[in-house]
Every structure is written in structure tokens, then in C-alpha cells.
């Protein structure tokens, strides 16, 4: 399911309001002012904790996540609303029938995510939706820290051995921008990579031109271009030896803040890292945006349906 264009964004000053101020009382005054139409919200100023230590409470073992709050639902997406992907969610976790009659196949279903075919349907095209209603990577409730880590289940499920296995030696995962996606609930890829994107990232490497802590992330030396669909995009390279750490977090706090960007805008792809004897125990985490020379705000350049 290859996302396109999707035209509604919203207003960048806005968005670092709300990203910036993540403690969870500002975060949801924000998140009112912008419902009302204040200039509060717009403010851009940031105040309040970062979103690693916002005191918000951590999902149970075993049990489901917390949702975006009521306040937010003016950017993260109403549960009464009538989009195709979040309808198929309902279907999955409800069983109530999509307007449009056509039942989508439940591959997987957790308490905080489920998995779908994506489109064209194939052995290496798979999609994990939240079962919270959150529009993309533009609501701010996903740099909470209470938030499931659908980047590491989507590895869990996807890799060689999962639940729902990407059949593809080499794989990857990977989110839209707003701007670049068709869908307007959250949804992360399941999908192979190219054998050429995985010898570009461990090129480099090897030649010590990717980051390997996240406030190195936005360092033009950690900046390459990969070849995909379309030619050579640039991409912003950081090497994580685990996804324990909230993605959509690490990319505002290291990449989108400190350069006054917009994380409407951004696109991340995660490549496992394989080698002759599999799994290497790293992960090449990547993002990019059209700011950057020859940047991209989509991650389907990178990925094989």
C-alpha cells in the first residue's frame, strides 16, 4: 500500500508548539489552544520537559497502550472517523464491516497493534496499524514516552521468524510523511530492501560516515545519499544497536528540534542489519526530508513491495 500525496497539513509553528511542550499538562493545553484557534498554540516556543521524561504512565505487561488524549484529536485523528485503514482496524479489533464491504484480512492482532496486507498484496508487503486512532507521524502524542514501540514490534513481527514474515532476505520498515502518504492512519511498512541499499549502509559504515549516537543524527557527516526508486536521495544515518528507544522521539529531539523542522515532514526507514550469518545485531535507522539536497519525504524509494 504506497503512499501518495495527502495535501492537509498543519501549520509548522503549531506542530513545534505542541511537539515542544510534551509535559503532559502543556502538551494538552497546547493541543486545546490549537482546537480553539488561539495564537497560544502557535506560539512556537518550546517549554516543558523533553518527551523522554515525560511523566506519563507506562503501558501495562501485556496490555494495550494509552491513546492520543480528547485534546489531541483535532491533529492525531477522532475514533468516529470515517478513513479506509482506520476502518479496517475497527473491522479487526470490532468486527464492525467497513462502509465499504470489503473485509481486510486480520494477519496479527495485539492489544496495541494489528497487521494487514498491503497493496499490491505480496509475501513482502505488510502493514502494522496501531489500534489507537492516530492520524501519522504528526501527532505529537508519539513522542510520549507512555506510547507503544510499534517500531519494535514491527521488527518482531516482520523479521525471519515472526509472526508475519517479510519474505525478503533483506528487510525493512518504514513510515510516510504527511504530505507522502494516501492513508491517514498510522501505519508502518513491512517490506524488503534492496541487497544494494543493505551494502550501501554497511559501506558506510565501515567508512565511519553514519552516527552511532543520536546527537550526532543531524551532523552533515552522517548524511549520505542511497540509490532507490528514482535515483540517489540523501538520507540522515544513524546506527542503533536496538529499537528500545522511542524512534519518532529520537528524530524530533535530535533532528527536527535543534533545526527548527517540521516532524509533519519527515520520513523514517529502519534496515536491519544482515550479514552472511544473518542478523548482526544493529539497526540503520534512517530519515530524511525534502530540506536536505536531493532528500526525500517518503520511505518508498527504499522500500520493495
Request: aromatic fraction near 6%; include cysteine.
Amino acid at each position: 500500500m504506497n503512499d501518495e500525496q495527502n495535501a492537509n497539513d498543519v501549520p509548522r509553528r503549531q506542530f513545534v508548539a505542541l511537539s515542544g511542550a510534551v509535559g503532559a499538562a502543556t502538551l494538552l493545553t497546547g493541543a486545546a489552544a490549537l482546537s480553539g484557534g488561539t495564537a497560544a498554540a502557535a506560539s512556537g516556543a518550546d517549554a516543558g520537559p523533553t518527551p523522554d521524561t515525560c511523566p506519563t504512565t507506562p503501558p501495562p505487561p501485556g496490555g494495550a497502550s494509552p491513546c492520543p488524549p480528547a485534546q489531541l484529536q483535532g491533529i492525531c485523528g477522532r475514533p468516529t472517523d470515517n478513513e479506509p485503514l482506520w476502518n479496517d482496524v475497527q473491522y479487526c479489533v470490532n468486527g464492525t464491516v467497513p462502509p465499504s464491504g470489503q473485509k481486510p484480512d486480520c494477519l496479527k492482532m495485539t492489544p496495541n497493534y494489528i497487521v494487514l496486507r498491503g497493496k499490491p498484496v505480496s509475501t513482502q508487503n505488510y502493514l502494522l496499524v496501531p489500534t489507537c486512532r492516530i492520524t501519522g507521524i504528526e501527532c505529537p502524542f508519539l513522542e510520549t514516552s507512555g506510547v507503544a514501540n510499534y517500531w519494535h514490534e514491527a521488527w518482531e513481527t516482520g523479521r525471519s521468524g515472526g509472526d508475519v514474515p517479510v519474505q525478503s532476505r533483506y528487510i525493512g520498515f518504514g513510515i510516510n510523511s504527511q504530505g507522502a502518504r494516501q492513508l491517514n492512519q498510522l501505519h508502518i511498512h513491512m517490506a524488503g530492501v534492496r541487497p544494494s541499499t543493505q551494502r550501501r549502509l554497511q559501506d558506510l559504515e565501515a567508512q565511519g560516515r553514519m552516527a552511532t549516537s543520536p546527537s550526532q543524527w543531524a551532523a552533515p557527516a552522517n548524511h549520505a545519499p542511497i540509490t532507490g526508486t528514482g535515483g540517489d536521495r540523501e538520507y540522515r544515518i544513524l546506527r542503533l544497536a536496538n529499537l528500545r528507544d522511542n524512534l519518532f522521539n529520537l528524530v524530533y529531539q535530535n533532528v527536527v528540534r535543534p533545526n527548527s523542522l517540521n516532524m509533519a515532514d519527515q520520513t523514517i526507514i529502519v534496515v536491519p542489519k544482515i550479514t552472511a550469518t544473518g542478523f548482526a545485531n544493529a539497526f540503520y535507522v534512517l530519515n530524511s526530508d525534502n530540506s536536505l539536497h536531493d532528500g526525500t519525504s517518503t520511505c518508498d524509494r527504499l522500500l520493495v513491495y
